[in-house]
């Protein structure tokens, strides 16, 4: 007899094999599907959503493609102190200057979390860290973790905030002055100034808060006295945010009165001044190179001086003036921007304004004393261009006075021009100024040309009607800190003119002329917002109507095209 349950059907291992076969294909197909969603999910994942990997992308010369389009996540800012080239010196800088505050940096930032990236305001911002002057190094970081939201980090490291200015010459005259730009962190700057010039001693003192109260507002206000008075200047404006700022205001005051005789000089001066400005600003016009604003407002003066003094003089010794009328002008700012990567070695390439800027501003009213009209000019337009990729060129003119029906009062015409050229491991730099004065108040002292070397050499000339002032220079690059800093040893040459000068002795002018040599060294950082520091040590080789003397200053000089403005403008420091 035969078992059934023993019997094997043949066609059951074949049913079997099919059923595993059609298991392990369904398995693949799924599987690729899982993969090709997997893969499709990571390329296009959903806004909101974290993609596989954080993009990370720095600003430079263009802008990030990535963070166009999206919105600004959280903002940070990493603040480095202070360092040097040397490990001691830079500890002991930390015991000497407090890191900036992070508010500081946070409050020239024009774009903050929830908004639309905008370049132009994420460049604005940048800009205005940088001339702060705050700062030797600004990197400004965009991670996108999350997609269509960019975070933004910013690393500054500061930059060394006390600095000192120091000049003096065989004749006695001298003048020292210290600043701190950046107090405990908090941006404001304070400094202390003493000259001594042909005897007459003077002592100064400024304070600058860049963010009145944490407001759109900055404020200046400096004390000057004299041992026979005072004089005080302040100022309140709105901060520039941008080039597209719609309104902008401005205060500015200033006063002065001294009262003194001395009878061994036969000098007697009674001089009562105020001056008080405010303005206002509205944009008319704006396009991708050039901003056009009117300006407006109302302009306040009290003059009355009387100043006896031996020698001759070229203005008259009494003045008085008293007027109060309307103001009226026009500015024009260049939107355009360059950039150079010559200024230190291996530096990163740095923007610099360039085109055609100017402000020119009219007061009209009626003059008290005389019955007469007057009108106060106040007048600036400078340009900057880049000749070529290695040369930076700058030009500038200033006018001002007080021009009537019959005369011009307390005018000035002056310029500068300026190139700036790479050269083999450093620079060549040639500058120029020159100024013209009519019929100026008894109480100007000097010219407003900055001319620090034939001050020194003629002390006693106090005023001059024509002034002339070229140097020609030579650096080379000594030592460098990673494309940030460097310190350049220089040669250069100066020669000084000033026609027409009086030095309160004689009756007849004389000609002052020097050519001075002489060696020196700086220290210029990869930003051209920020001035060099420079010492220069020199001995006249020529000299017509001048002894021999050395000279020796340790200070700061106007750099390219930085704080160019009319004199109506200028900070009270």
């Known amino acids: 007899m ?42 296009t994942p959903a806004v909101g959503e974290s993609p596989a990997k954080c993009l990370v992308d720095t600003l430079n010369a263009s802008f990030p493609h990535n963070w166009i389009g999206t919105t600004v996540g959280q903002v940070t800012v990493k603040a480095g102190n202070i360092e040097t080239g040397f490990k001691l010196a830079t500890t002991a800088s930390h015991y000497l200057h407090r890191a900036t ?86 941006g404001r700057a304070i400094a202390l100034a003493m000259e001594n010039v042909n005897g007459r001693n003077a002592l100064s003192v400024s ?108 203005g008259h010794n009494s003045v008085q003036r008293s007027f109060i009328g309307p103001l009226l002008g026009l500015s024009r700012r260049s939107r355009r921007f360059g950039e150079i990567d010559w200024l230190v070695p291996d530096q990163a390439p740095a923007e610099i304004r360039i085109g055609l800027e100017g402000e020119i501003v009219l007061a009209v009213g009626h003059e008290l004393n005389r019955n007469t009209r007057i009108t106060h000019l106040d007048a600036w337009a400078g340009v900057t261009e880049l000749i070529g990729p290695n040369t930076v060129f700058t030009g500038d003119i200033w006018s001002t006075g007080y021009w009537s029906s019959d005369s011009v009062q307390n005018g000035a015409l002056r310029s500068s021009v300026g190139f700036f050229r790479k050269a083999t491991r450093g620079l060549w730099i040639l500058r120029g100024s020159w100024e013209r004065i009519y019929n100026p108040d008894p109480d100007v002292f000097a010219l407003s040309t900055v001319d620090p070397l034939l001050r020194l050499l003629a002390p006693s000339s106090r005023l001059a009607e024509r002034a002339l002032s070229v140097t020609a220079e030579r650096s080379l690059h000594l030592y460098s ?83 160019r403005t009319r004199d109506g403008l200028r900070e009270a420091r």
């Open 207 to 314: 304070l600058v808060d860049p963010h009145l109260l944490d407001t759109r507002l900055r404020a200046a206000a400096l004390v000057r006295t004299y041992g026979d008075g005072r004089a005080w200047v302040w100022s309140v404006r709105t901060r520039e945010l941008s080039d597209r700022d719609v309104w902008r205001a401005a205060l500015t005051s200033s006063q002065e009165r001294r009262l003194g005789s001395d009878s061994a000089t036969a000098t007697n001066v009674d001089i009562t001044k105020r001056t008080d400005a405010f303005t206002i600003s509205r944009l008319i016009f704006l396009n991708s190179s050039t901003a056009y604003a009117v300006v407006g407002g109302a302009e306040h003066e009290v003059a009355d001086e009387n100043v006896t003094r031996p020698g001759g003089a070229l």
């Open 101 to 186: 505050q992070l508010n500081v940096a946070m409050n020239e930032l024009s774009f903050a979390p929830g908004d639309a990236v905008d370049s132009i305001l994420v460049k604005e911002s940048v800009r205005r860290l940088r001339l702060t002057g705050l700062y030797s190094e600004l990197i400004v970081e965009g991670s996108q973790c999350v997609t269509g939201v960019t975070d933004f980090t910013l690393f500054t490291r500061d930059a060394w905030s006390l600095r000192s200015s120091v000049r003096f010459a065989e004749a006695g005259t001298s003048r020292v002055s210290v600043s701190e730009v950046n107090v405990l962190g908090t």
């Open 2 to 43: 035969t078992n059934a349950a023993s019997v094997a059907n043949p066609a059951a291992p074949r049913v079997c094999a099919r059923i595993r076969a059609l298991c392990a294909a369904l398995c693949a197909v799924l599987a690729l599907i899982v993969v090709a969603e997997s893969a499709l999910a990571a390329q």
């Open 481 to 563: 800190k990673e494309g940030h800093w460097t310190l350049d040893g220089a040669i250069w040459a100066a020669y000084s003119d000033r026609e027409h000068s009086f030095n309160g002795v004689a009756e007849d002018p004389t000609n002052f002329r020097a050519l001075i040599v002489g060696l020196g060294l700086r220290q210029i950082r990869d930003q051209p917002t920020q001035a060099p520091i420079r010492l220069d040590i020199g001995h006249t080789v020529w000299r017509s109507g001048l002894p021999s003397r050395w000279i020796v200053a340790l200070s700061t000089v106007p750099w390219i095209n930085i704080g």
